[in-house]
């Protein structure tokens, strides 16, 4: 159970709702990191896929979102990318429960691949150490002989080949091939949010095949059952 709602939780009603379901994601999100303990990260979010037979689910960080989707990277030969690649349809969903507020929303949509251009323009962002686990890590298969000690002594050496005085360093690490970037372009957007004594509040944002007049993307809300 969450923490207790004080009584001026917000209320959502439709008429203040905003017409773009990523400004309200971003309202929340921000409410979210000032509230969130620290070691708490408000930007991971449970990423479920499905190779067209089982459904899988796993955390990602979402590094960015704007209105053309959410973005996150992972490595090319986890379980993740084959499914995404089998089957490119997926559902991010965040869960945040801060004292005041306790609030869940889910993005349904497309996914395409980052292209190389866009992949090397985000690695050279990268923290030298998180550059030096992606490197290390053979995602999902099984460690040889050694085990956690033979992990640590690559990484040393990986440490001492990239010594973190060097200035160049975030650049000379070298991208590797299975780090692949994901965009998940949503055409479903619910957002769920819970109410002091009450029945929570719950939204919908779906996708409308018809343009704005201004030729912008236009979503249709609807206020769900709770």
Same mark, same amino acid.
């Given at each position: 159970?969450?923490?207790?709602?004080?009584?001026?939780?917000?209320?959502?009603?439709?008429?203040?709702?905003?017409?773009?379901?990523?400004?309200?994601?971003?309202?929340?999100?921000?409410? #979210?990191?000032?509230?969130?303990?620290?070691?708490?990260?408000?930007?991971?979010?449970?990423?479920?896929?499905? =190779?067209?037979?089982?459904?899988?689910?796993?955390?990602?960080?979402?590094?960015?979102? =704007?209105?053309?989707?959410?973005?996150?990277?992972?490595?090319?030969?986890?379980?993740?990318?084959?499914?995404?690649?089998?089957?490119?349809?997926?559902?991010?969903?965040?869960?945040?429960?801060?004292?005041?507020?306790?609030?869940?929303?889910?993005?349904?949509?497309?996914?395409?691949?980052?292209?190389?251009?866009?992949?090397?323009?985000?690695?050279?962002?990268?923290?030298?150490?998180?550059?030096?686990?992606?490197?290390?890590?053979?995602? %999902?298969?099984?460690?040889? %002989?050694?085990?956690?000690?033979?992990?640590?002594?690559?990484?040393?050496?990986?440490?001492?080949?990239?010594?973190?005085?060097?200035?160049?360093? #975030?650049?000379?690490?070298?991208?590797?091939?299975?780090?692949?970037?994901?965009?998940?372009?949503?055409?479903?957007?619910?957002?769920?949010?819970?109410?002091?004594?009450?029945?929570?509040?719950?939204?919908?944002?779906?996708?409308? =095949?018809?343009?704005?007049?201004? =030729?912008?993307?236009?979503?249709?809300?609807?206020?769900?059952?709770?």
């Amino acid at each position: 159970m969450g923490p207790k709602l004080t009584k001026d939780a917000v209320l959502l009603v439709e008429s203040t709702l905003p017409k773009d379901p990523i400004t309200l994601f971003s309202s929340w999100l921000e409410h #979210a990191n000032q509230k969130l303990p620290k070691y708490q990260m408000a930007s991971a979010m449970c990423l479920s896929t499905s =190779d067209k037979e089982n459904v899988s689910g796993r955390m990602v960080m979402v590094r960015k979102f =704007d209105q053309t989707g959410f973005l996150f990277f992972t490595n090319g030969n986890s379980k993740k990318s084959g499914d995404l690649e089998k089957l490119p349809n997926a559902a991010l969903t965040s869960y945040w429960s801060t004292e005041g507020s306790t609030r869940s929303v889910r993005i349904e949509g497309t996914v395409r691949k980052i292209p190389e251009e866009g992949l090397l323009k985000a690695w050279s962002m990268v923290p030298r150490a998180n550059k030096i686990q992606i490197t290390l890590s053979e995602f %999902s298969s099984s460690v040889a %002989s050694g085990g956690r000690e033979e992990l640590e002594k690559k990484q040393r050496e990986l440490e001492e080949k990239y010594p973190e005085s060097s200035a160049e360093t #975030a650049t000379t690490i070298p991208k590797p091939d299975y780090w692949v970037g994901y965009k998940l372009i949503p055409r479903r957007i619910e957002f769920w949010h819970e109410r002091q004594a009450s029945f929570p509040d719950r939204f919908e944002y779906k996708l409308s =095949d018809e343009k704005s007049t201004d =030729d912008t993307v236009n979503w249709v809300i609807n206020r769900l059952n709770p």
